[in-house]
């Protein structure tokens, strides 16, 4: 529950702190004083979105802090799930700077906006005037329903099985767009596969067939080339093996009378070995050396196919070519294979739509059992509301296809005469119907959760005497079941009923104008419940009147 509220340089408000009771308290005061301000301060700590002009004229920051009393709601999951200190009296706290900057706090601990706003909406709710809209949406009468019926956790499970049926067939329709992209494709990269591989092409062919051209283009030039080389050494006639074998005989005679001379005749053979074996090298190159014309086409044919694929396909090496083979074949593998993976996908999205389906129909069950109760309960509650003949019944159906909060759609119906055909509620209810109906519903689900606080503001607007002081019964006994109450009014028959009164005001003085609020004694309760009886002249009458409301309270 609400335990206090600070703000400081917020709007019109310099300072200001107040302290809250439990059950039903009532806030006053006149149009323009505040109330709105002050509900604005708590929206920021509700996660709102904050607005640097909010800020206060010639502060450099505005600060609203609340404390809650959490010791009987059990919120120790939130904390443990966003790494919070848990403490019974949780401090919500939002900084905003004139730079632009805004800070929130839990518990003087750091934490995110939505962190924020999902705790706040587990410890208060805020009734504005312009949620009266929400009555003709579908989603907030779907809402009530889930919330009467108990559905968070068959709703979770919902969402999930949902969210993975819509994931899979989004897949599924870029799988097939996919197929069909590649279908167009298929021709073209089919022509280009078979190319390459009647090329057989093989890696390091490309540098060989480069060799042999250029020994087969020059074959007479290597062959006399050569043929030459062998001649320097083999001639009969001065040729160097000859010389050099003579050499050898020479150096080995001479071993007798000088040592060194076999030493060097062994170094010389040697050497004679070694060059005997190139000159025969050589030989046996140059008789394999021919001139093959028929080959050196071939050659040329085969470079000229693997020179204008490299071309075609701007890649420089065979390599690159096998491995353009090897993708071009990865590709047409996948394209064969898409009425598979298409097949089997569709499978696995319609096992998942089944699934929705089932979980949809749990929803179902229980909303329409939930909406027989609204009709029962609204019936029952608007009644006293001056509604002797209302009718209020929940029409349900199913939609073509499951949406993101299940398959049904839901619509209020509403006639508050005898002859009235039951239309869609916002079409025919009158702003202080729509208001005591909008009571009627707060009030119906607020057993079905454990809110800490609700806030009325100005809930009454429309209805006024006996009306609002039937509303102020629903509110005084919303606030006696473990719940804090408070009702923003301008109607004196409900401001008696509030166990605490608070009023806002404005103050002025030389330079600027402030926004105050304060608890008002039980004198001053009179004073003001008298004011707003009889206007700005107080009367004795008035006076009078305003005692008999706090005492019938």
């Given at each position: 529950?609400?335990?206090?509220?600070?703000?400081?340089?917020?709007?019109?408000?310099?300072k200001l702190d107040i302290r809250?009771?439990?059950?039903?308290?009532?806030?006053?005061?006149?149009?323009?004083?505040?109330?709105?301000?002050?509900?604005?301060?708590?929206?920021?700590?509700?996660?709102?979105?904050?607005?640097?002009?909010?800020?206060?004229?010639?502060?450099?920051?505005?600060?609203?802090?609340?404390?809650?009393?959490?010791?009987?709601?059990?919120?120790?999951?939130?904390?443990?799930?966003?790494?919070?200190?848990?403490?019974?009296?949780?401090?919500?706290?939002?900084?905003?700077?004139?730079?632009?900057?805004?800070?929130?706090?839990?518990?003087?601990?750091?934490?995110?906006?939505?962190?924020?706003?999902?705790?706040?909406?587990?410890?208060?709710?805020?009734?504005?005037?312009?949620?009266?809209?929400?009555?003709?949406?579908?989603?907030?009468?779907?809402?009530?329903?889930?919330?009467?019926?108990?559905?968070?956790?068959?709703?979770?499970?919902?969402?999930?099985?949902?969210?993975?049926?819509?994931?899979?067939?989004?897949?599924?329709?870029?799988?097939?767009?996919?197929?069909?992209?590649?279908?167009?494709?298929?021709?073209?990269?089919?022509?280009?596969?078979?190319?390459?591989?009647?090329?057989?092409?093989?890696?390091?062919?490309?540098?060989?067939?480069?060799?042999?051209?250029?020994?087969?283009?020059?074959?007479?030039?290597?062959?006399?080339?050569?043929?030459?080389?062998?001649?320097?050494?083999?001639?009969?006639?001065?040729?160097?093996?000859?010389?050099?074998?003579?050499?050898?005989?020479?150096?080995?005679?001479?071993q007798r009378v000088y040592q060194?001379?076999?030493?060097?005749?062994?170094?010389?053979?040697?050497?004679?070995?070694?060059?005997?074996?190139?000159?025969?090298?050589?030989?046996?190159?140059?008789?394999?050396?021919?001139?093959?014309?028929?080959?050196?086409?071939?050659?040329?044919?085969?470079?000229?196919?693997?020179?204008?694929?490299?071309?075609?396909?701007?890649?420089?090496?065979?390599?690159?070519?096998?491995?353009?083979?090897?993708?071009?074949?990865?590709?047409?593998?996948?394209?064969?294979?898409?009425?598979?993976?298409?097949?089997?996908?569709?499978?696995?999205?319609?096992?998942?739509?089944?699934?929705?389906?089932?979980?949809?129909?749990?929803?179902?069950?229980?909303?329409?059992?939930?909406?027989?109760?609204?009709?029962?309960?609204?019936?029952?509650?608007?009644?006293?509301?001056?509604?002797?003949?209302?009718?209020?019944?929940?029409?349900?159906?199913?939609?073509?296809?499951?949406?993101?909060?299940?398959?049904?759609?839901?619509?209020?119906?509403?006639?508050?005469?005898?002859?009235?055909?039951?239309?869609?509620?916002?079409?025919?209810?009158?702003?202080?119907?729509?208001?005591?109906?909008m009571l009627s519903i707060k009030?119906?689900?607020?057993?079905?959760?454990?809110?800490?606080?609700?806030?009325?503001?100005?809930?009454?607007?429309?209805?006024?005497?006996?009306?609002?002081?039937?509303?102020?019964?629903?509110?005084?006994?919303?606030?006696?079941?473990?719940?804090?109450?408070?009702?923003?009014?301008?109607?004196?028959?409900?401001?008696?009923?509030?166990?605490?009164?608070?009023?806002?005001?404005?103050?002025?003085?030389?330079?600027?104008?402030?926004?105050?609020?304060?608890?008002?004694?039980?004198?001053?309760?009179?004073?003001?419940?008298?004011?707003?009886?009889?206007?700005?002249?107080?009367?004795?009458?008035?006076?009078?009147?305003?005692?008999?409301?706090?005492?019938?309270?």
């Amino acid at each position: 529950m609400l335990r206090s509220l600070y703000i400081q340089n917020y709007a019109l408000i310099e300072k200001l702190d107040i302290r809250f009771d439990t059950g039903f308290s009532v806030i006053t005061g006149e149009t323009g004083a505040g109330k709105s301000i002050i509900l604005g301060a708590i929206g920021l700590l509700l996660g709102q979105r904050a607005d640097v002009k909010s800020i206060r004229q010639g502060a450099s920051k505005c600060i609203i802090e609340a404390r809650f009393d959490i010791s009987s709601y059990g919120m120790n999951a939130f904390f443990d799930e966003n790494e919070l200190e848990y403490e019974e009296e949780c401090i919500l706290r939002r900084e905003l700077q004139a730079s632009g900057k805004s800070r929130a706090f839990i518990n003087d601990t750091p934490a995110s906006l939505t962190q924020m706003k999902e705790l706040g909406e587990m410890l208060i709710d805020v009734h504005s005037q312009h949620q009266n809209l929400l009555l003709n949406k579908e989603g907030f009468q779907l809402n009530v329903l889930d919330i009467l019926a108990r559905n968070e956790e068959a709703l979770n499970v919902y969402h999930q099985l949902y969210a993975d049926w819509k994931r899979l067939d989004q897949e599924l329709e870029e799988l097939i767009r996919q197929a069909e992209q590649s279908k167009t494709d298929e021709d073209y990269i089919r022509f280009q596969l078979e190319q390459l591989e009647e090329a057989r092409l093989s890696g390091g062919e490309q540098d060989g067939l480069e060799q042999e051209s250029e020994t087969l283009s020059h074959a007479e030039e290597i062959k006399a080339g050569l043929y030459r080389i062998e001649q320097t050494f083999t001639s009969d006639e001065g040729g160097l093996l000859s010389s050099l074998k003579e050499s050898i005989s020479s150096l080995s005679s001479l071993q007798r009378v000088y040592q060194p001379a076999g030493e060097l005749a062994e170094r010389m053979n040697s050497a004679f070995i070694e060059l005997k074996d190139i000159v025969d090298e050589i030989s046996s190159q140059g008789e394999n050396i021919e001139f093959n014309p028929v080959r050196l086409d071939e050659v040329n044919e085969r470079l000229n196919l693997i020179y204008s694929l490299q071309q075609k396909h701007r890649v420089q090496s065979v390599e690159d070519l096998i491995n353009l083979t090897e993708e071009y074949q990865e590709k047409l593998s996948a394209i064969t294979s898409f009425d598979d993976r298409i097949a089997a996908l569709t499978a696995s999205r319609d096992a998942q739509y089944n699934k929705v389906k089932k979980q949809a129909a749990l929803l179902t069950k229980a909303r329409t059992a939930a909406a027989e109760e609204v009709e029962k309960q609204m019936g029952v509650r608007l009644m006293p509301l001056g509604m002797p003949n209302v009718r209020f019944k929940v029409e349900m159906g199913l939609r073509k296809e499951p949406g993101i909060q299940g398959e049904d759609t839901v619509n209020f119906l509403f006639s508050a005469n005898k002859n009235g055909a039951l239309q869609n509620i916002s079409s025919v209810a009158s702003g202080g119907e729509i208001a005591r109906v909008m009571l009627s519903i707060k009030a119906m689900i607020a057993g079905a959760v454990k809110l800490p606080t609700i806030v009325f503001d100005e809930i009454d607007t429309g209805v006024s005497g006996e009306i609002a002081d039937r509303m102020a019964d629903i509110m005084q006994e919303m606030g006696e079941q473990e719940r804090q109450v408070i009702s923003i009014t301008h109607l004196p028959q409900i401001a008696a009923r509030g166990s605490a009164h608070y009023k806002v005001y404005k103050r002025d003085n030389d330079t600027e104008t402030n926004s105050h609020i304060c608890r008002l004694t039980n004198e001053e309760r009179v004073e003001e419940i008298a004011h707003m009886l009889s206007g700005a002249t107080l009367t004795e009458a008035a006076l009078s009147n305003a005692k008999a409301l706090l005492k019938m309270n």
